[in-house]
């Protein structure tokens, strides 16, 4: 293992997805070659994106809808094939992985967690979570066991017998969430899970996930369009644009030092809070944020990103 494996958990290099009717043969670093592709109708989802995660951080996508956000974080597990570009988990290189080892990358190495849980609605609460551990050819016992576990982990306790249609929005997804964390697996990967939740149970949710993550340490890819979110959750953020990222830092960096015009209107809702704050000698969240160097030790301490 080099020095490298050791640091970020997950390295994503030079990664492309054209999504285009024939085979793909020409240079993606030809931008002529490229432009022909679109112009026939291709699109590049993601382009030439590059970026390393450290063991424990959360690293927030935003962009807006069709940036290419679920496209780049369903690249990391291969649910969809990248054009081109390397993906390495823990020294592992996923871009290589055949069928098989794919199967049990996803089962034991990458959970994902999506904004439409997905439960499968004729099984309990139990069920549901359990599942993929019965794929793995886990032990009745030892299944229920852990996913018990991970239920009591969401706060869902006693919702152990009922069906999905019985729960509301957000006990549903707290069950997606379970579901994933019953895998064990480092890596986390979420795709708007809170997007479909009304405002106040997405807060909750949000700091949901943060309680878990001060118990759990998990590394974490999270897609969304809302700021606000991503500077609760990010220790560091990605914004996305047409398939590229157009900046990426603290969120507080992003805030402070927008790149672009894009970025900008992204975030002037939380400048405008932060020279409110500021005129009424309010400490802002934006001002407090501490600046990360990696990792989640400080979350606990900090005590600002709520
Ligand atoms: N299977 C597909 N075939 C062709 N084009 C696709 C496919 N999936 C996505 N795209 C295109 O790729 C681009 C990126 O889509 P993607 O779903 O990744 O965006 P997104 O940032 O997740 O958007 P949203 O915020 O709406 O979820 C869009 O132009 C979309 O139309
Ligand atoms: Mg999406």
């Not at 990391?76 to 020294?91: A, C, E, H, K």
């Not at 999506?114 to 009745?140: A, C, D, I, M, W």
């Not at 969304?224 to 220790?235: K, N, P, Q, W």
């Not at 398939?243 to 970025?263: K, L, N, S, W």
Request: proline share 3%.
């Amino acid at each position: 293992m080099d020095s490298n494996s050791e640091t970020y958990i997950l390295e994503v290099e030079n990664l492309w997805k054209v999504f285009a009717k024939d085979k793909i043969e020409c240079n993606l670093y030809d931008a002529a070659a490229v432009g022909k592709l679109e112009a026939a109708g291709g699109v590049v989802a993601v382009r030439d994106i590059s970026f390393k995660i450290k063991r424990g951080e959360v690293f927030v996508i935003m962009g807006l809808s069709g940036s290419g956000k679920s496209t780049l974080i369903r690249c990391i597990p291969r649910l969809i094939d990248p054009s081109s570009g390397r993906i390495m988990m823990n020294g592992d290189n996923v871009s290589e992985m055949d069928q098989e080892q794919l199967t049990e990358f996803r089962r034991t190495k990458a959970a994902m967690v999506f904004q439409h849980y997905g439960l499968l609605p004729h099984r309990t609460v139990l069920e549901n979570v359990s599942f993929g551990l019965k794929l793995r050819g886990v032990e009745q016992k030892d299944r229920e066991m852990k996913a018990e576990q991970a239920i009591e982990q969401v706060g869902l306790k006693g919702w152990e017998a009922h069906y999905p249609s019985q729960l509301s929005g957000g006990m549903q997804q707290r069950v997606g969430i379970a579901r994933a964390l019953v895998q064990e697996t480092d890596l986390l990967l979420l795709d708007e899970p809170f997007s479909g939740l009304d405002p106040l149970i997405r807060r909750e949710m949000q700091e949901e996930l943060l309680r878990l993550q001060e118990q759990l340490h998990k590394t974490m890819v999270f897609v969304t369009h809302d700021l606000s979110e991503a500077v609760r959750l990010g220790d560091r953020m990605a914004v996305m644009k047409s398939g590229e990222f157009v900046q990426e830092g603290t969120p507080q960096e992003i805030i402070m030092h927008p790149a672009d015009e894009y970025v900008q209107r992204f975030v002037q809702d939380e400048q405008k809070i932060a020279l409110m704050m500021e005129q009424d000698n309010k400490p802002s969240n934006v001002r407090t944020l501490p600046v990360r160097s990696g990792g989640c030790s400080d979350k606990a301490v900090s005590g600002t990103r709520r």
